[in-house]
């Protein structure tokens, strides 16, 4: 067997081997004995005859880059799986944390639906009340007795404010993205050509997992993300 590549020094761990050199003159010089037309049967074996020693090199060249790749290829899958469990670790912390702040945003959604519901139904009782008191005064003075709720009202509405101000609600914002793990081009060719005319479309592949449709051929999930933002509260939000 030749030896193709060799070791050396430097930037570059390796290079081409003299050995190569004299073997391409070789084959230059035999192939220059070929007539660019063959017109004979003992002509047309020299070429194939030239053409299985050069399927050889190329055998010996591929099995000598192969030995020499091995102990970096080793190398790389010790390091990919050092990544990969330190990616896991950190990302396996990042998600518990996350999961538990969409559970707390959520919470807090409904405490606030509800909230808006007591309020609203209070507000209602409130002024219901101030209607059948206005009804029984006299025509001159439920004018009056109108502005007068009006001020007992904001300052019901001043009161809620100055107490959510002292235990604030946290606004919800949660983001929702798609990650791809695999596609079968073969199984979602087969199932919808729309998303894959040349090669997958991942941007609407994502848009079809969001909207809740199952797209053949690809193993993805939802990710939720939450962000905590505190929100304020303003008198102008009640509505007089």
């Known amino acids: ?14 290079m081409l081997a003299p050995a190569y050199g004299n073997l391409i003159k070789s084959l230059e010089d035999q192939v220059a004995n070929v007539p660019e037309v063959i017109e004979d049967q003992d002509t047309a074996i020299t070429a194939t005859a030239i053409i299985a020693r050069v399927n050889g090199f190329i055998k010996e060249a591929e099995a000598e880059h192969k030995k020499l790749k ?3 290829l080793e190398r790389s899958r010790l ?4 990544k990969k469990d330190i990616v896991s670790t950190l990302s396996a912390v990042k998600d518990t944390l996350n999961n538990r702040i969409v ?5 807090e959604q409904e405490k606030a639906r509800k909230a808006a519901e007591e309020a609203a139904a209070k507000a209602a009782e409130i002024a219901a009340q101030a209607a059948a008191e206005r009804e029984k005064l006299a025509p001159e003075i439920q004018t009056a007795h109108a502005a007068a709720t009006d001020i007992v009202a904001q300052q019901a509405a001043a009161n809620i404010i100055a107490a959510a101000a002292a235990a604030p609600v946290a606004g919800t914002r949660i983001s929702r993205r798609v990650e791809i793990k695999s596609v079968n081009i073969v199984t979602l060719a087969a199932a919808r050509i729309d998303l894959c005319k040349i090669e997958a479309d991942l941007t609407k592949i994502k848009a079809e997992i969001l909207a809740g449709k199952t ?11 939450a962000s905590v ?8 939000d009640f509505d007089f």
């Open 1 to 14: 067997m030749e030896t193709y590549i060799t070791p050396c020094t430097g930037d570059a761990p390796y």
């Open 70 to 72: 091995a102990p970096y």
């Open 79 to 82: 390091l990919d799986g050092i």
């Open 103 to 107: 559970a707390y945003q959520r919470a």
């Open 215 to 225: 797209v053949p051929g690809v193993e993805a999930c939802i990710v939720e993300t």
């Open 229 to 236: 933002r505190a929100a304020s509260t303003n008198i102008n």
